[in-house]
């Protein structure tokens, strides 16, 4: 016999059957999620942009969580897309929030899911600044302004239809190391000494092994990857270079979470 949703709830903690004819279920309430309220700020906010792709808000509010940055210091998405990254910081606490994309109509969403999100939730006093820029100009944009933490997923790469060889994945992989070259170099100078940038890198499943972008692009530019699983977890959660992967079994793109400090 299972024990309903329902029935753990109203045990407001701890929660036990009768004994039955053929099994007792005893279970404790940990944690309840407000799956309504998770799932309005994904599929409910106002712009969504699919084809482009963006983050579920609860990778989003993990990667914030993991840049582990005082609340008072700024945080920048620089390929803040519909926004979701700076919408979890905000509701996390942050209030000085800072968003670039490339795209103008990214840019437009936005302000429009931000707006959303601060007339649902009138408390927030989070300031959004938000500009077009193409990541190779924003150092330039921002002059002097660096940021505790630098959270962000940048393009991963053309949508995959399935089918395409390791050559061909290959292939996009050299296209993107351009891309996060100049990134993770302006990023690393954006961040203040002690900050944390949070990242998500492309990974690219191959017919035996995954295809990853070379981990010295980070080094370049003075970064290194903190680990991010303590020492003694099971070997098959950890990644050598610190990672941690999420994805779908069968997904073809799989997105590689890091977090990288200034060397
Ligand atoms: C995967 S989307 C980010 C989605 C975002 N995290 C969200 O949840 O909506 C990648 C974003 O990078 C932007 N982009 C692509 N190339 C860029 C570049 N060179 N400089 C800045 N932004 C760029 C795209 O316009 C797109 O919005």
């Given at each position: 016999m299972a024990l309903s949703r329902h029935a753990i709830d109203q045990a407001a903690g701890v929660a036990t059957l009768p004994q039955g004819k053929a099994e007792l279920l005893v279970a404790r309430t940990l944690w309840v999620q407000a799956f309504e309220e998770w799932s309005e700020r994904d599929y409910g906010r106002p712009e969504r942009d699919a084809k482009v792709g963006m983050l579920p808000p609860k990778l989003a509010r993990l990667m914030v969580n993991l840049?582990?940055?005082?609340?008072g210091q700024a945080l920048l998405d620089p390929f803040c897309g519909s926004g979701t990254v700076l919408q979890e910081a905000a509701l996390l606490g942050y209030g000085d929030l800072w968003g670039a994309d490339a795209s103008a109509a990214g840019i437009e969403r936005s302000k429009t899911n931000l707006a959303w999100l601060k007339d649902k939730n009138p408390s927030l006093t989070a300031d959004f600044n938000l500009q077009v820029a193409d990541i190779k100009d924003l150092a330039a944009k921002l002059e002097e302004q660096r940021f505790g933490a630098i959270v962000t997923e940048p393009y991963l790469g053309p949508p995959l239809g399935g089918h395409e060889g390791e050559e061909r994945l290959r292939v996009i992989q050299q296209q993107l190391v351009e891309l996060y070259t100049i990134a993770t170099s302006t990023l690393a100078r954006l961040l203040e000494p002690t900050g944390r940038l949070v990242m998500v890198w492309p990974a690219f499943q191959g017919q035996s092994k995954l295809i990853e972008l070379p981990l010295t692009i980070a080094r370049t530019a003075g970064l290194v990857a903190e680990r991010l699983l303590p020492t003694g977890v099971p070997a098959v959660w950890v990644r050598e270079r610190g990672s941690l992967l999420y994805g779908r079994p069968g997904q073809r793109v799989v997105r590689e979470i890091f977090v990288f400090r200034r060397a």
């Open positions: 840049a582990q940055t005082p609340r």
